[in-house]
């Protein structure tokens, strides 16, 4: 019969082998499930792009509001998505963290009313993203459109139809956030053209540069 003290020391090494095995594995890696859109860093192909994206996301703004709330809420859905999109690359490559929680905010409000429950109003989810992107674009005027008058003026506009979605609600509501999506998609617009000249003066002043330069972020944003 063996004794339990000689299977003491046996356990124990098991024991150890068994610790040793777990320490020694590497940590599992964090999942970012909806990375942020890369930024076009080739100014070229960065107006282009912008200029194609702008073009849809006003396409989609004269579709608004919705004949129905689920029309609605899914246009709505399609215009966070495309400003997921126009908003970086109106911002540049550079960006801040309260332009990324801002960004986020609109990703959440897509999400929200592309798979949220039909059953729940998509009014205060709406509501959200479009303050989010009032803020977004001041942000972004505040930087690189400071002395563009008629876009403070826009800007202006745009907000003040934003704030009145805190006094309407229902068929009202749908027809005020059309309203403010086709004002954000006109300064969207203007600031891509805006952008555009900028870019075209840039590459002007360059003798032998070609269309495709990168730009330089220290004068085009």
Do not use: W
């Not at 960004?103 to 959200?128: F, H, N, Y």
């Not at 876009?151 to 506009?157: E, S």
């Amino acid at each position: 019969m063996i004794r339990s003290s000689c299977l003491m020391p046996i356990a124990l090494l098991a024991l150890a082998g068994c610790i040793k095995h777990a320490t020694t594995m590497p940590p599992l890696q964090a999942v970012q499930p909806n990375p942020p859109p890369m930024v076009v860093s080739d100014a070229t192909l960065r107006i282009r792009t912008l200029a194609r994206l702008s073009d849809s996301y006003i396409r989609l703004c004269n579709q608004l509001p919705g004949r129905t709330v689920a029309e609605h809420r899914e246009l709505m859905a399609d215009g966070f998505s495309q400003l997921n999109e126009i908003l970086p690359l109106l911002q540049g490559p550079t960006s801040d963290a309260e332009f990324k929680q801002q960004m986020r905010m609109i990703a959440d409000a897509r999400t929200e009313l592309a798979t949220g429950s039909p059953d729940l109003s998509p009014e205060p989810t709406i509501d959200t993203g479009l303050r989010a992107l009032r803020d977004l674009l001041r942000g972004i005027a505040r930087t690189g459109y400071f002395d563009q008058n008629d876009l403070t003026m826009a800007l202006d506009r745009c907000s003040n139809k934003i704030d009145e979605l805190d006094t309407v609600r229902g068929p009202l509501h749908q027809l005020v956030v059309g309203e403010a999506m086709g004002m954000s998609s006109q300064i969207v617009q203007k600031m891509s053209a805006i952008l555009s000249q900028r870019i075209v003066e840039q590459n002007a002043t360059q003798p032998g540069t070609r269309p495709t330069t990168r730009e330089s972020v220290t004068t085009v944003p």
